[in-house]
């Protein structure tokens, strides 16, 4: 069971970025999934997450506006597309879900994927 985080990158401010959050050895589909993200020398704050099917996303106040959040179950990949980036958005940034293999529930976290953006 895994997440990979990808699609991170360096871009000037006012632009856009596209992350990609994919699994593997289970499927998405019945699983919420957020991302977080830690700035240097910051606590890891959760940003955004979307349902299992889709219908309900959350956004950070940070973010809203900004960042959206989508997910294709065919492709067991969750996304989040950010424009208007800032460079407060200067952050690593990892994908979560809390994932039941046999009966148990076990916390999930991608290998997390840099963002910087320049001013």
């Known amino acids: 069971v895994q997440l990979q985080a990808s699609g991170g990158g360096e871009v000037q401010a006012g632009g856009s970025l596209r992350l990609s959050c994919a699994a593997s050895?289970?499927?998405?589909?019945?699983?919420?999934i957020g991302w977080f993200r830690q700035a240097p020398g910051k606590e890891r704050e959760g940003i955004s997450c979307?349902?299992?099917?889709?219908?309900?996303?959350y956004y950070a106040d940070s973010v809203k506006g900004r960042f959206t959040i989508s997910r294709d179950n065919a492709k067991n990949t969750v996304y989040l597309q950010m424009d208007n980036l800032k460079p407060e958005d200067t952050a690593v940034y990892y994908c979560?879900?809390?994932?039941?293999?046999?009966?148990?529930?076990?916390?999930?976290w991608g290998q997390g994927t840099l963002v910087t953006v320049s001013s």
């Open positions: 979560h879900a809390d994932v039941l293999v046999a009966g148990v529930w076990f916390d999930y």
């Open positions: 050895g289970f499927t998405l589909d019945y699983y919420a």
């Open positions: 979307i349902s299992s099917n889709g219908g309900i996303t």
